[in-house]
């Protein structure tokens, strides 16, 4: 059995696999990687790529957070859009990453609540707003991997970047409870009390940018989940 199509590639270096033998024994001619490797039959798909369930979505989430290589090298990709097929939505994983981004921010919302910064009754403002930013910046970040992949020659167009984006998600609950912690630091003052004497004098927009780029670091376990996934799935076949 040989590789049957033009947009067959090697999933390490990208060589074009058309006719090539998928026998355990044949390597790939550019890198030595093994072909069967490349077999997009080996791309079972996750979890929740079979059925919407709450099981589905706790496996699927433990294994992209504590196994990512092996979660994303299973990723079942969506068309390229030069296979000229049918165009395939990613609502299914748009709602996984909407699961994460709304407990995100409704951990968000129950600590602050219970703090007493927020009220009870409002529960679902700061949910929202916590959630929302979540997901504007999950997008801004597939914008990004698009044009960087372009640039490096690597094929992901818009709506596999979005799928890798999308299970990186689980990321995002990591990043709440490192956010939430220096939110409720500045509230308390702890955050005040804590900063050397020379920043008490800074200005409010230099100690704010400061607490941004403090709040920035807490999001790299989002951002390596989405480095590691497009690592796994650039030559990557549907």
Not at 33 to 43: G, I, K, M, N, Y
Not at 49 to 71: C, D, E, L, N, Y
Not at 122 to 140: C, D, E, F, K, Q
Request: proline share 7%; net charge positive; hydrophobic share 45%.
């Amino acid at each position: 059995m040989a590789f049957p199509s033009d947009h067959s590639r090697c999933e390490k270096c990208g060589y074009p696999l058309r006719g090539l033998s998928l026998e355990s024994t044949q390597i790939c001619p550019e890198c030595g990687h093994e072909l069967q490797a490349s077999d997009p039959a080996h791309r079972v798909g996750l979890p929740w790529q079979h059925r919407i369930t709450p099981g589905s979505f706790i496996a699927t989430f433990s294994m992209v957070a504590f196994h990512p290589g092996k979660a994303f090298v299973q990723l079942r990709l969506p068309p390229l859009p030069e296979e000229k097929r049918a165009p395939q939505g990613n609502t299914r994983d748009e709602i996984f990453l909407l699961t994460c981004v709304l407990f995100t921010g409704l951990m968000w919302s129950v600590v602050h609540a219970w703090r007493g910064y927020v009220a009870w009754a409002g529960l679902w403002r700061p949910t929202v707003v916590v959630a929302s930013i979540a997901y504007l910046l999950t997008y801004i970040e597939v914008v990004g991997v698009v044009y960087f992949s372009w640039r490096q020659g690597w094929r992901v167009p818009f709506a596999r970047a979005e799928r890798v984006a999308c299970y990186a998600g689980v990321g995002w609950l990591p990043a709440g409870a490192v956010g939430i912690g220096l939110s409720l630091a500045r509230l308390s003052g702890t955050l005040d009390r804590l900063w050397p004497d020379v920043w008490k004098n800074w200005t409010l927009p230099l100690s704010t940018g400061l607490l941004l780029l403090l709040a920035g670091a807490s999001i790299m376990l989002f951002e390596t989940l989405v480095w590691l996934g497009i690592r796994k799935t650039r030559f990557g076949n549907a």
